[in-house]
């Protein structure tokens, strides 16, 4: 290597050392933003204001009965919350496991409890809730890979739905303050 070069290959050095940092402080951003988002969404989950519509909604999914209208209307407030998570999924700001780790236990009996509700709403508009039907089966392929037998059955089994439906319909509305 001739001495004149060495500052053009310490330079390319540089330049590479840079682009690596870049890269590892963007990823970085990329997970506090994500973590941001989806924490923000857990606690709006939570709040005392939803706890009363997953009370409401489990209630009228376990009774199955049509004519009450607060349920429908609970249990489409819960699928629209879930789609605005589907949502950001697809358009890649929180990634299948973000949502695993966050909401699967809740997103995974929901989505086929609401299947009636998600149904007939779907006939007006082909394209409703699709999104939620995205990040389900994403999520549903998370909990199959990390789960020990492989399997997805202690989530989705109509007992394990009903099991759910049941400690939601006991939830204890906690006050705002």
Known sequence: MRPEAIPAYVSALGVIAAMYWQIREWRRASLTN???TITSYESRFEA???RDLRRVAARYLLAHDATEP?????TKAIVNFFESIGYL?????????????????WLVPYYIASEKVRAEESENDPNVYSSVGNVYLAVLAVEAKKHPTGQTSHLIAP???RAFLDDECKLVVRSAA
Request: glycine share 6%.
């Open 89 to 105: 999924f697809e358009k890649g700001m929180l990634k299948d496991e973000d949502v695993w780790q966050f909401f699967a236990s």
């Open 159 to 161: 007992k394990a739905v």
């Open 34 to 36: 994500r973590m941001a």
């Open 70 to 74: 607060a349920g429908r209307d609970a």
């Open 48 to 50: 005392a204001e939803f």
